[in-house]
């Protein structure tokens, strides 16, 4: 059993940045895939960013355009989002994701979800 501990998050006015963090306890996610997604007031939950345990590959959403950075710690027990340049369209609940599964992009694949964290983006 995974549980994944969410922390940052808050309001931020265009242009700012911020930094959300996920971290786990109950087994280590260094073998586990990790992810990042959010949910707009009315919207579906749509994918931010992953980053798979076997080759540390990353994958981005491509309306990010380069905004935002997915890392974990050394001891792989925290995942991190760097967000940058926001916008108020970035405005969401945003939510950690652990997974042993493929299928990445999709948060019907993750089995462990963080409790989730505000952002806010003002114009």
């Known amino acids: 059993q995974v549980r994944l501990i969410q922390s940052g998050g808050g309001l931020v006015q265009t242009g700012g940045s911020l930094r959300l963090s996920c971290t786990a306890s109950?087994?280590?996610?260094?073998?586990?895939?990790m992810g990042w997604f959010r949910q707009a007031p009315g919207k579906e939950r749509e994918f931010v960013a992953a980053?798979?345990?076997?080759?540390?590959?990353?994958l981005y959403a491509e309306f990010l355009k380069g905004r935002f950075t997915i890392s974990t710690d050394l001891s792989e027990t925290t995942l991190y989002l760097q967000m940058k340049t926001l916008q108020p369209d970035d405005t969401a609940v945003y939510y950690c994701?652990?997974?042993?599964?493929?299928?990445?992009?999709?948060?019907?694949?993750?089995?462990?979800w963080g409790q989730g964290t505000q952002v806010t983006v003002s114009s």
């Open positions: 980053k798979t345990w076997r080759h540390g590959n990353l």
């Open positions: 994701a652990a997974t042993m599964g493929s299928g990445i992009g999709a948060p019907i694949n993750y089995e462990y």
């Open positions: 109950g087994r280590s996610i260094s073998n586990m895939n």
